[in-house]
């Protein structure tokens, strides 16, 4: 949360500061040899995605929440944050789907923004949502209510959130093992585990160092080592 503002306001952030960062990994490593483990919930790979998009009728809403999963599994396991700020001004039409700018990234602390693409399914998704809502601009993610009305202001983090946990409960998943950023781990997971070059989606996801990208990647990576299948 104190991260997520400092990078919305475009100053610098105390939290990467050097002092910071160590004391924080040392609390970690501390916690670590007592036998104690943070929980990491599971990443939502390809398969879990599928079923949540199942759950998606031909109404609005779903149309809506449909493309909101897509786009942000398939551009890279884009942020809630990053979903929130999405603007149909910052969308560019390519051949095979959409091209969309971010401004304000947990590691672009001078908001030069980065492009991302939307491609595939994530693009057919997106093309359904825009016509049927027949937004033109601003937000590309909007509330709607519960008579079906859209109402402009962008989805907030928090929304994205509850849309994710619902969308987790009606596919009959257990919403306790899952986090908004299991959409995040899971695109790098997926990716493991099609073998996929770790730049490859590093250029995708952002992250700046590949530690926590190497962990989700290894997950989905290590059944296809040929090093476990020496016997």
Not at 5 to 19: F, G, K
Not at 33 to 56: F, N, V, W
Not at 202 to 218: A, D, V
């Amino acid at each position: 949360m104190i991260s997520g503002v400092h990078v919305m306001l475009n100053v610098d952030n105390p939290l990467r500061h050097e002092m910071v960062t160590t004391l924080i990994s040392k609390a970690k490593s501390a916690l670590v040899s007592q036998g104690i483990y943070a929980e990491r919930k599971l990443p939502a790979t390809k398969d879990i995605i599928e079923k949540l998009i199942a759950t998606c009728g031909d109404k609005l809403i779903d149309k809506r929440d449909k493309a909101l999963l897509l786009v942000g599994f398939s551009s890279g396991g884009r942020r809630r944050s990053e979903l929130s700020q999405m603007m149909i001004e910052d969308l560019t039409r390519v051949e095979e789907g959409y091209k969309i700018k971010l401004w304000k990234m947990k590691n672009d602390q001078k908001a030069r923004g980065k492009e991302f693409p939307i491609l595939g399914r994530a693009a057919d998704a997106l093309n359904d949502w825009l016509n049927a809502s027949g937004i033109t601009s601003g937000h590309l993610f909007c509330s709607i209510s519960r008579g079906g009305n859209i109402h402009h202001p962008s989805l907030t983090g928090r929304a994205i959130y509850r849309i994710f946990k619902n969308r987790i409960k009606m596919a009959g998943l257990d919403e306790q093992l899952y986090s908004i950023h299991s959409i995040r781990s899971g695109f790098v997971t997926e990716c493991g585990r099609q073998n996929l070059q770790i730049l490859q989606i590093q250029s995708l996801t952002g992250h700046e160092s590949h530690k926590m990208l190497s962990i989700y990647y290894r997950d989905g990576n290590i059944l296809s080592s040929k090093a476990a299948k020496l016997m």
